[in-house]
């Protein structure tokens, strides 16, 4: 899946203020080039250029214009996988240190946010709801583990709590994270792309990589406009838009499409009444939350072919009305879709792929939080601390059955099973 830029019906789009930066021409050196203009790439570009290195960020479409600038900006806690299932296949010792890395990682992005002023309409609070009564044990079972750690800011809600909360009686009940929140995605990569150019990195867009190839003295990128660059070590942060460029991310990491939709600002001050985001316990979640202006930015529903449905507004409004019915007459104002990165746990795939070059990708989900700092763990380990990136690479994230030839298919019969599983 090619970028193709930010879809013009992205209500993201319509209410960032966007900086507009060159595309890459000629020959170009730097001491580290990045590809991948959102949060990860973005996050590693401000930590290197602090440190005082030449730092080059390609991005073959816009900045933010991949997951970062198209997602829910839901902050959630924890790692992708829970740290139950993380202790019992790495130890208690590893699944704490993932869970203090996740927990440094929230700190991070709140204190990046504060300190450099990036104004991203952040909000407290997030409601998790089940869809099935069965889930209730799941939450409490969790809540318990992580209390262990010493996090206090999750609380079980019954049902009337969460229709209070949500304003819908759809859930059966559902759980409160105080450490939870919501943003404005685009806004903060475009935020980091300024803060990165500030402290020196130097910034492109509309600049593809096609491939890159070692020689002897460093690596040489080629562009799909002819331009070239020659690094000393590389970044490949493209996420769900980097297919082609390493045989080994792509039979570890796919891209898988979501799609989200704004309605007309909201009439009913029952939905949403404290401003939390909200998200439920189906397989292909539901995932939602108010804007500063008052609409419901619902995402729900997903695909998993190289194109987008004719009608995203449609293909989500049907979710959205599962969860409101109440909402049935309301318009719907933008629709669009993005495209991310899953593996085959979940965990995200980070690696040191080869002397001087390195990926984080495949975050399935829960990249707001997570894909910044592990930007900055990748730029620590091009100055020599590796001590994150091979912890995170301990993770498992086994390769799609048949590698990258065979992923589509086995992966869809598996994702639309689980799907099936939602509806029952």
């Known amino acids: ?60 479409a816009g900045i933010g214009s991949g997951a970062s600038g198209r997602n829910g900006g839901q902050i959630h806690t924890g790692q992708r996988v829970d740290p139950e299932k993380l202790e019992s296949l790495l130890g208690a010792d590893q699944a704490r240190q993932l869970w203090d890395m996740s927990e440094d990682a929230k700190a991070s992005l709140h204190a990046l946010i504060r300190e450099q002023n990036i104004d991203c309409d952040l909000k407290h609070g997030l409601v998790h709801a089940w869809h099935k009564p069965g889930y209730a044990a799941d939450d409490r079972a969790y809540i318990d583990f992580v209390a262990r750690y010493g996090y206090d800011k999750l609380s079980l809600l019954d049902k009337a709590q969460v229709a209070a909360e949500l304003g819908t009686d759809v859930y059966y009940g559902g759980s409160f994270d105080a450490g939870g929140g919501h943003l404005h995605p685009l806004k903060l990569a475009q935020g980091m792309a300024r803060v990165a150019a500030t402290h020196g990195a130097q910034i492109f867009e509309n600049s593809h990589v096609t491939r890159y190839r070692r020689i002897a003295k460093g690596i040489h990128l080629h562009l799909e406009n002819g331009a070239t ?47 939390h985001a909200a998200a439920d316990s189906r397989f292909v979640v539901n995932y939602w939350r108010k804007t500063p202006d008052n609409r419901l930015l619902f995402g729900g529903g997903e695909n998993y072919v190289p194109w987008f449905p004719k009608d995203i507004k449609t293909f989500v409004r049907r979710n959205m009305l599962k969860v409101y019915p109440q909402l049935a007459d309301i318009e719907i104002s933008h629709g669009w879709g993005g495209t991310l990165a899953i593996t085959m746990s979940r965990a995200p795939f980070v690696r040191q792929l080869a002397p001087n070059v390195w990926t984080s990708a495949g975050y399935s989900g829960q990249g707001v939080v997570l894909a910044p700092y592990f930007g900055k763990l990748l730029a620590r380990a091009v100055t020599g601390n590796d001590h994150d990136i091979k912890l995170l690479s301990q993770l498992p994230t086994p390769a799609f059955l048949g590698g990258r030839a065979l992923r589509w298919p086995a992966l869809v019969a598996g994702l639309s099973y689980y799907a099936l599983r939602d509806r029952l």
């Open 1 to 60: 899946m090619k970028n193709t830029g930010h879809p013009a019906d992205s209500w993201y789009i319509a209410t960032a203020d966007t900086t507009a930066w060159p595309a890459l021409e000629g020959a170009h050196h730097t001491d580290v080039c990045i590809i991948g203009g959102g949060y990860t790439g973005l996050g590693a570009a401000i930590e290197l250029s602090h440190q005082g290195l030449h730092v080059t960020v390609l991005d073959s």
């Open 229 to 275: 660059v020659t690094c000393q070590r590389l970044l490949i942060c493209g996420n769900g838009y980097m297919e082609g460029l390493s045989e080994e991310i792509d039979s570890h990491v796919m891209p898988i499409n979501n799609f989200i939709l704004t309605t007309e600002p909201l009439d009913d001050p029952a939905i949403l009444p404290h401003d």
